[in-house]
Structure formats: C-alpha cells, structure tokens
C-alpha cells in the first residue's frame, strides 16, 4: 500500500543536497598534467583487438592513451594496482564522487581499504558531446560490464566474448591462472567513448550510438603504478546490441606516454587512505 500523504509536493520540491561535494578533496593540477601531457614521449603499446581484451602496464607518473581505430567502438577498462592486484578501481564510489560520467579533472578511485585517485582523466576528445537531451553522456561509470551470465539470464544463450570474458581471459593470460580462476578479480568498469544515461521517464539504463570517431582518444594520468586491462566491447559502437557477434566492431589502441624528465613538478603518487581501519573495535 502507498499513500500519498499531504505535504507530497513540497517533500518532491526540496532540492538536491550533493552527497559528496568534490570541493574538499585534493585537487589534481590539471594545468600542469595537460601540460606534461602536451611533451610526453610514446612509450610502449599495446591493441585490444575486436571482441578481445589486451593488457599494459602504465608506470606511476606517466599517461595512458585509449584510442579509436579503424571504426566507433566503445571500450570496457579495468585497472588494478600493478604490484598489488586486490586493489582494484571502484567505479560506484567514482560515480558517487564525480557523477555518472567522468570527464577531464575527475579521478577514478581504488576499492577500500585503499580509497585514494588510482587515475586522472587529463584529456578527453569527446568533451565536446555533453549531456544530451535524453541525459546520455560519454564515458560513464554506471554500466558495470557486458556479461554472459546477464546475458545467459536473458537468453539462455552461451556468448564467450562478452567484456567479462575477455577481461577474464586476458588477466588469465597475464596472471598463468584460468579465466574461471580469476574472474572474481574482475570488476566493474569505466565505459570508456560509450554513450550511457538512464531514461528519464523509468529510470532503465540505457545506451545509444558512441559518438567516437576513429582518433578519438582518452587520456588518464596513472597516479600510481598501473595494470590496464581493456576489452573492445563486442557492442562495437553500442547502437544496438551487445552480448553477440553482430555487431560491427573494431580495435582500440592503448598506449603509455611517458612525460619529460622534471615535467611532473612536485607531483607524488598518492598514499593509500588514512582511514586506521580499526572500525570502532
Ligand atoms: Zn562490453
């Protein structure tokens, strides 16, 4: 039973409090890291091929580079702590901080007990897009990953190239272990160039065409020593469907750029949280 009580309209009417006003966090120097970026050098790099994910490390203190290749495709990325692989990025207490979708300026964050900026959105060539009228934006943290146990859920049907399949492979392949073996250390990811919101009318996640382009890139600087792990969705640009060969879809390219010697400034990796983890014991 719902009954609307009274003062329905006025309770409706109060506006929204942040619940986490970014103000008071340390704030990154986006001037300097823009411009660290701008005289980078490559460094080593690495494709995710259609339909497969692909791994790099990015060193502390260097950038990593997604890129559009050959035709629109929307990218699944995992990152992890490259020594320490249990910290792992968290993209819902991300979204808490920043909003649905990342943008230049915003930090992707590490899994408690961690908790401190793993990265650094620097550069964002679809910048330009916004939020449209339906309340789509790029690169979000609302989605988790495309699946084959959602998808089996669905359909019934048995589908291996699913971002979380791929994840798992490649993090297998990296790690000597089974994709079964570690797929628990697969986690929810950032949509990189995907093109997300939720419905406005029934709140349904939705997706549409990514507006990216081939040499559409995504820049983030690895506050601390990463292991990138990126699937090239099998959603290809996501206009449709996902969870199939259907799709058309096409590479992503991944690559370090390295920045001149002293460009960093007083820059420093960022300790793990001061939280004494004793929970009031
Ligand atoms: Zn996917």
Not at 98 to 124: E, I, K, N
Not at 240 to 259: F, I, Q, R
Not at 262 to 280: F, K, V
């Amino acid at each position: 039973m719902t009954q609307e009580p009274d003062n329905a309209e006025a309770v409706r009417s109060l506006p929204p409090v942040i619940c986490y006003p970014p103000e008071t966090l340390p704030q990154p120097d986006i001037a300097g890291l823009q411009a660290a970026l701008a005289g980078a050098m490559q460094g080593e790099a690495t494709v995710a091929p259609p339909r497969e994910a692909a791994v790099l490390r990015v060193p502390a203190g260097s950038f990593f580079q997604i890129t559009s290749v050959d035709g629109p495709q929307v990218g699944d990325l995992n990152l992890f702590h490259a020594n320490d692989l249990q910290e792992r990025f968290y993209s819902g207490k991300t979204r808490a901080l920043h909003g649905t979708h990342v943008d230049v300026g915003d930090r992707l964050w590490s899994c408690f007990p961690y908790l401190r900026p793993m990265a650094t959105v620097v550069q964002d060539s679809l910048a330009w897009y916004g939020l449209d009228e339906f309340g789509g934006g790029v690169h979000d943290v609302i989605g988790t990953r495309c699946d084959p146990y959602t998808h089996n859920a669905l359909s019934g049907g048995q589908y291996h190239h699913c971002c979380h399949s791929n994840l798992s492979r490649a993090l297998a392949d990296y790690t000597g272990q089974t994709p079964a073996g570690v797929e628990g250390m697969v986690h929810d990811v950032l949509n990189v160039f995907m093109c997300t919101g939720f419905t406005r009318d029934t709140g349904q996640y939705f997706m549409k065409a990514s507006p990216v382009r081939p040499g559409d890139t995504l820049t983030l600087f690895a506050e601390i020593d990463l292991l990138a792990v990126l699937s090239a969705c099998p959603g290809g640009d996501c206009s449709a469907e996902h969870s199939s060969d259907a799709a058309a879809c096409y590479p992503l390219g991944m690559s370090v750029l390295t920045p001149r010697p002293g460009a960093l400034g007083a820059w420093q990796s960022p300790p793990i949280n001061g939280y004494d983890r004793t929970h009031g014991a």
